[in-house]
């Protein structure tokens, strides 16, 4: 989500209580095929998204990974890990559905990431 509009103002996630994590340059937040059941928002710092040795993504602060896990209940497709000291919004279910009930966008920003993914994902097919 690199200079696109932050997914979401931070404040709404202050709003609904949800837990922010610290993290080290190097420390894991999630593994591929993990059981997953949140997403993240990055607040500062940068997460790589990571399958199979291959970064797919840079997510820097306002961007948000690990959405696919709210939408189908699988297993993580890849791995995140923080290139640098990182802080993230944790967004479990709950928090998600109350966010689209006060931010209906927000599931639009999140449809359109998606979207993203995949086009750049089938043009490298």
């Known amino acids: 989500m690199d200079k696109e509009k932050p997914a979401l103002d931070f404040s709404i996630l202050d709003e609904i209580g ?3 994590r610290h993290l080290e340059a190097g420390e ?3 593994l591929e095929d993990d059981a997953a059941d949140a ?3 990055v607040r ?3 997460v790589d998204v990571i399958t199979y040795g291959t970064v ?3 997510v820097r602060p306002g961007g948000i990974f690990g959405e696919m896990a709210l939408i189908d209940d699988g297993v993580r497709s890849a791995a995140a890990i923080a290139t640098e000291p990182t802080e993230v919004v944790i967004i479990d279910k709950p928090a998600f559905l109350a966010i689209i009930r006060n931010e209906p966008q927000f599931a639009l920003r999140v449809m ?3 979207a993203n993914r995949l086009r750049r994902t089938t043009k490298q097919i």
């Open 28 to 30: 894991k937040i999630f």
């Open 112 to 114: 359109s990431l998606l």
């Open 44 to 46: 500062s710092g940068r």
């Open 18 to 20: 949800a837990p922010y």
């Open 39 to 41: 997403m993240y928002m």
């Open 56 to 58: 797919l993504e840079n």
